[in-house]
C-alpha cells in the first residue's frame, strides 16, 4: 500500500483492472476474481522483489566443500543469502530501484524458485512451504483493498475562491533531512 500511494499513476491502474473485473459485485471477492488480474500479480511480483519481508531468507549450512563463481566455501559454513539485494541488481532489472510493476508484465520470470533473480520465498528444498497460501491471500486482500478505496475527491466549490468541496484529509508529517 506505500509503494501504491507513493505512485498514484500504478494505483489508478491497479484500481482500474480490479474494478473492470469485478464490476459493481459486492461482498468477499474470491480467487476466482483474480485469474484476469495481470497487472495486480505485477503489482506484488514488483513488491516483493523490493522489499522482501525475509531479506537474508533463512541461513543454510554448506555440506561439503563447494566451489561457486570462483569462491571456495568450506564445509559446514553458514551461508546467508541476500534476496533483497539480487533483487536490486542492475544487471538484471533496468532501473532497479524505481517502482515499476510494468517490468512483469510480459516476462516469465517467477517467484516460485526456479528464477534465482526473484526469489522472496528462497528457493530449493526448504523453500517457503506457504507460497500458494500466502499468494492467495496477498492478492485478495490487495484487490480487496483498493476495489473499495474511494479516489481522491476533487470536487470543487463554487465562489469567488476556488476550494475543495470536500475537505482533504491528510497529515502533514514535519520533514527532517
Ligand atoms: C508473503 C508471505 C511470505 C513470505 C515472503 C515468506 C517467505 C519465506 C522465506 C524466504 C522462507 C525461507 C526460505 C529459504 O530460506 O529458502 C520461508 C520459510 C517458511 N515459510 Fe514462508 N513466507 C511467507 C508466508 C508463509 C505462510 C503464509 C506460511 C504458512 C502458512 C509460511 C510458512 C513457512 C515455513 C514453515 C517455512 C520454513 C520452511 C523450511 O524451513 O523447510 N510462510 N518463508
Known amino acids: 500500500m506505500t509503494e501504491l500511494l507513493r505512485h498514484p499513476r500504478v494505483m489508478n491502474k491497479l484500481q482500474k483492472e480490479v474494478r473492470g473485473i469485478v464490476g459493481s459485485k459486492t461482498g468477499v471477492l474470491t480467487e476466482d476474481d483474480l485469474v484476469e488480474m495481470h497487472y495486480l500479480k505485477a503489482v506484488i511480483k514488483e513488491t516483493l522483489r523490493l522489499h522482501p519481508p525475509l531479506p537474508l531468507l533463512v541461513p543454510r549450512l554448506s555440506t561439503q566443500d563447494v566451489e561457486i563463481n570462483g ?4 564445509a559446514k559454513t553458514q551461508v546467508i543469502i541476500n534476496a533483497w539485494h539480487i533483487g536490486r541488481d542492475p544487471k538484471v532489472y533496468d532501473k532497479p530501484e524505481d517502482f515499476e ?3 512483469f508484465l510480459n516476462s516469465d520470470i517467477n517467484y ?5 533473480q526473484l526469489i522472496p ?4 528444498r526448504r523453500m517457503c512451504p506457504g507460497i500458494q497460501f500466502a499468494m492467495a491471500i496477498n492478492e485478495i486482500a490487495l484487490a480487496s483493498v483498493v ?3 474511494e479516489d481522491l475527491d ?9 476550494h475543495l468541496k470536500n475537505p482533504l484529509k491528510a497529515v502533514a508529517i514535519p520533514y527532517s533531512s
Open 71 to 74: 569462491y571456495n566455501i568450506k
Open 154 to 162: 476533487m470536487t470543487e466549490s463554487t465562489g469567488l475562491t476556488v
Open 101 to 103: 510493476p510494468e517490468r
Open 112 to 116: 516460485k524458485g526456479t528464477d534465482f
Open 147 to 149: 476495489h473499495n478505496v
Open 121 to 124: 520465498f528462497g528457493a530449493g
